[in-house]
């Protein structure tokens, strides 16, 4: 059954201890959609990612993805053999490596690019041929996100900002069908937030649908077209970017009013 | 300019540690012993405090790795390396063939060991186990039931994988140190085994009358032929483990070493990538098990204790983990230098253990680095 | 029945030699995260500076408890001395580095205080005087108890109390608690994080040397390369018990013990030693954080 959801979480709980970190979240996001989620510090959102990405697992619930897969209980490599790509808030690099095999790491998995045991051994034209597809494709997404002048940098040496953009093109080469971005722009200067934007922007007209945790409201307005507000694991409300401004138990969850 | 320093750092940082050093060596060692130790450490924290002074101009490159960066450097060095060990054989007295087949052993293990230590970041302290579980296999395969060479070679490499496993599937889950004091455990049954399930292993007194491998038109091998034999197969892992390095496999092993979260993410199944380098690295270690058995012509239990996993291990480390022709360094200098340094028999692990800790102080690294 | 009853009195006796020397791997563990390879040479180290008081005060065969308490407290004190030193020379320098650059190092300090004292000392086993207070044994109904087994058995017991007490209920004790909970948030509430994890290597040290120093007048002997089997096998004790866990290392020991010398004689006494490290594998697979641990590792 294909109703154009592309992911649907039901009624999922995760406790730590004592501590309900999600309290029956159910959301749900269609084709096409930019969903954002916001909510203070500690509301559980991390943790909703971690949860739709395998690493850890709702005591409850359920989550489907595209009307017929069941992500929970799956191991995170299996879910991101599905298309599911996610970002991490405090970054998750190969900072010893090169900028360039950061991004050709993301492409290993994928079919295009894989050779055989013989292939590697001997070195055979299919080995070169598809090592070096690898590699120009690499390049491309690095030009995508402006850092084509650094492929040979280590990843550790780039500022926080580069770091996350490359974060996200080493998402993009394993050719995700859902990209989750855990604050992709916090800790950005405005030059990086205006990038950040546009390639996200292009990044929807490729057909990728994105949920993403932000802060910075006016971020989220440029680039959302559905809020879900979380707040102490439950979920507070949801609605247009327009909508959730005016919203008054989102302004008083967030200016701690009670 | 650096400010003189003051009497009081003076003495806290270098007569202190002396004297305490001879006050505590004393009651062990007696006093011309505890004196020399405590004017060793002096010199220690002398050459400790220049050193960490000097630092940050030098690291984290190496002046001979510097050096070998450029690749045709690299090709050369590989070229004259192997011209070197090819005619080395030939040229060497029978003492010195012993050394260097030893030498060639000790590659084998190590650079099998270097695909976990050096590549995943994982500590195995039980790795001579699996080269036990292939000299074994052989030596019961060919000494007891006549089975080939060859035959017993493959399955040699094969049973170090499969009892790899055993240890291998419950034990990866674990964190890091939990998983060096599991193995350590399995070495140490391992060899338990060994020494008391008589009726295979013939217990402490080991199987004897293991046959040399044979091959047609030239026969059994012994000596140089031999030593040649070894030669090729470590030739021959060698070209293997470059290979693995420069494609998929490698990179995943990269990708899980620096960031294991990010590396399931891209869709790496990083418990099946430490499950097959495990495997692997155990396999290599029967193999060279197995060549051992046939070189020795005899096995025993005594031949695989647990301070030989460390010995493989200082190897790994000396010249610089996952990088392999560092570890191919680290196996000869820790080969030949013993050889060497006959006199101080007695001082020689004493030595060794030095060697160990100030590596992790100075250079973690290795000689030659860490290759990425 | 009466085998039974001696292998348990046989058991508990290592065990509660076994349990003071895990007290001091779980103390490390629990507040800088290392598996000390060295502990087990600390204890050996222990184990001689009783040898060198006993032959200092000339012990002799009909010498009585005071002597056995002076060889202890040197014994207490060399191995407190040498497990600061491993603390100051080797660990100290690399804290901040990798897990297993310390694990290393660590292997590494084991390895050099093996050696260094086997040349002090020799290669080969030197006698403990027999003393023959110890050596009485009280025979109840065939089954055998010396006075050396209950006398490990009651300093052991006083040892661990007396721990018990300094870890819950003095200053110092607390502060090693808030240390190995959270060391950023202790530096910043004013413990000298330094000088806890010293005396933690110094209290653990010390335990492990009253330990070395027992097992001397036990087994009669002592030699150089005693302290990896027992090292090894303490290590079990405390992951056995939940390592970082004080009174798990205590049950853990006894635990060891006993399955032990149940093993070497209801299943084979060949495979004595193998015993310890199929329990610390299995221990290990099945529930990481010890028997009594919450949750998983
Ligand atoms: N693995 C964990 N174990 C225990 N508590 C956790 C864990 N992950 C998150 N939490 C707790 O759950 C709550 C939600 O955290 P998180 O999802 O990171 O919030 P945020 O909305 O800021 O991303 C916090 O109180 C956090 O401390
Ligand atoms: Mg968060």
């Known amino acids: 059954m294909d109703d154009g959801t592309i992911l649907s979480i039901t009624d999922i709980s995760i406790m730590f201890g004592g501590l309900k970190a999600l309290d029956r979240v159910t959301i749900g996001i269609r084709k096409g959609e930019v969903l954002c989620i916001i909510g203070p510090n500690g509301a559980g959102k991390t943790t909703l990612f971690n949860c739709i990405t395998g690493f850890l697992r709702p005591t409850s619930g359920s989550i489907v993805y595209r009307g017929a897969v069941e992500l929970t209980g799956r191991k995170p490599h299996e879910i991101a053999a599905h298309g599911i790509y996610r970002s991490f808030q405090n970054l998750a690099l190969f900072t010893n490596v090169s900028v360039e095999d950061n991004v050709m790491i993301g492409g290993l998995r994928r079919k295009e690019f894989s050779y055989s045991i013989t292939d590697m051994l001997i070195h055979t034209p299919v080995f070169r041929a598809r090592e070096a597809a690898l590699r120009q494709e690499a390049a491309d997404l690095l030009a995508f996100v402006g850092l084509a002048g650094k492929k040979d940098r280590k990843a550790g040496e780039l500022s926080y900002g580069e770091r996350k953009l490359l974060e996200l093109a080493r998402g993009l080469i394993t050719r995700p069908q859902l990209l989750l971005l855990d604050e992709p722009a916090a800790g950005l200067n405005p030059t990086e937030k205006t990038e950040l934007v546009r390639a996200i922007g292009r990044i929807r007209e490729q057909s990728i649908n994105v949920i993403l945790i932000e802060h910075d409201m006016r971020f989220v307005s440029d680039i959302a077209n559905w809020i879900v507000v979380l707040d102490y694991g439950k979920k507070l409300a949801e609605g247009l970017p327009d909508d959730i401004k005016k919203n008054k138990a989102v302004i008083e969850a967030y200016l701690g009013t009670r | 300019m650096t400010s003189v320093p003051s009497i009081r750092t003076l003495f806290t940082t270098y007569v202190l540690p002396a004297v305490w050093t001879a006050a505590i060596a004393f009651p062990i060692m007696g006093f011309s012993r505890a004196t020399a130790a405590a004017l060793f450490m002096l010199a220690g924290i002398i050459v400790f405090t220049v050193i960490t002074r000097r630092r940050g101009l030098r690291r984290p490159h190496g002046l001979l790795r510097a050096r070998l960066e450029s690749s045709r450097a690299v090709r050369h060095a590989w070229v004259f390396v192997l011209a070197a060990a090819i005619a080395a054989p030939l040229l060497l007295n029978s003492y010195s063939l012993d050394v260097f087949t030893s030498v060639l052993f000790y590659m084998m293990l190590a650079l099998g060991l270097n695909l976990l230590v050096g590549d995943l970041g994982l500590l195995n302290l039980g790795y001579i186990a699996f080269y036990g579980i292939g000299a074994y296999t052989y030596a019961i395969l060919a000494a007891r039931f006549g089975i080939s060479f060859w035959i017993a070679l493959a399955a040699g490499g094969a049973a170090a994988s499969v009892f790899s496993l055993i240890i291998a599937i419950p034990t990866l889950r674990l964190r890091g140190d939990y998983l060096a004091i599991a193995t350590l455990g399995f070495g140490e049954i391992v060899r338990i085994v060994f020494n008391n399930w008589d009726s295979l292993t013939n217990g402490p007194n080991g199987i004897m009358n293991v046959p040399r491998p044979w091959l047609p038109w030239i026969g059994f091998l012994s000596g140089m032929s031999f030593t040649y034999l070894v030669l090729c197969f470590v030739i021959l892992q060698v070209y293997v483990l470059v290979r693995i390095k420069q494609c998929r496999f490698g990179r995943y092993a990269v990708a899980i070493r620096e960031n294991e979260r990010a590396s399931a993410m891209v869709g790496i199944n990083t418990y099946a990538v430490k499950t097959v380098y495990f495997m692997l690295s155990a396999f290599f270690g029967g193999v060279a098990g197995v060549l051992f058995a046939s070189k020795q012509m005899f096995v025993s239990p005594d031949s695989f204790t647990f301070i030989e996993s460390v010995y493989v291990l200082a190897m790994v480390i000396l010249g610089g983990m996952g990088n392999i022709a560092g570890v191919m360094l680290g196996a000869f200098t820790l080969v030949v230098l013993p050889e060497l340094l006959r006199g101080f028999v007695v001082y020689r692990m004493l030595i060794f253990a030095l060697l160990l800790i100030t590596m992790m102080l100075f250079r973690p690294e290795g000689l030659l680095g860490k290759k990425a | 029945m009466k085998i039974f009853i001696q292998q348990v009195i046989n058991g508990l006796t ?284």
Do not use: C
Request: glycine share 14%.
């Open chain 3, 14 to 297: 290592a065990g509660s030699v076994y349990a003071l020397i895990a007290l001091g791997y779980t103390m490390v563990y629990g507040i800088i995260e290392l598996i000390n390879f060295a502990h087990g040479e600390i204890y050996m180290i222990g184990a001689y500076g009783g040898l060198l008081v006993l032959a200092l005060v000339g012990a002799h065969h009909t010498s009585g408890f005071g002597t056995i308490l002076l060889a202890m407290t040197g014994g207490m004190f060399l191995s407190m001395a040498y497990g600061l030193s491993v603390e100051k020379f080797a660990y100290k320098p690399i804290r901040n580095s990798s897990r297993l650059s310390l694990l290393i190092t660590a292997l590494g300090a084991s390895i050099f205080l093996q050696n260094f004292v086997m040349i002090g000392q020799g290669a080969s086993d030197k006698s403990y005087v027999s003393l023959a207070v110890l050596n009485t044994a009280f025979n109840i109904h065939g089954v055998s108890v010396t006075v050396n087994q209950v006398l490990i058995f009651a300093v052991a017991l006083a040892v661990m109390l007396l721990l018990d007490l300094f870890v819950n209920r003095t200053m110092t004790g607390w502060a090693m608690k808030a240390v190995s909970q959270d060391p950023v948030t202790a530096q910043l509430v004013g413990i000298n994080v330094n000088t806890v994890i010293s005396i933690t290597f110094i209290v653990g040290s010390g335990l492990a040397g009253v330990a070395g120093v027992l097992i001397g007048f036990y087994y009669g002997m002592v030699n150089f390369s005693i302290g990896y089997l027992a090292g090894i096998k303490a290590f079990t004790a405390a992951v056995l018990g939940g390592i970082g866990d004080i009174r798990g290392a205590m049950v853990g020991g006894l635990l060891l013990g006993l399955m032990e010398s149940l093993g070497a004689a209801y299943i084979s006494p060949d495979y004595k030693d193998a015993f310890a490290f199929i329990i610390l594998i299995l221990i290990l697979l099945i529930k990481p954080s010890g028997l009594f641990g919450k949750g998983q590792a």
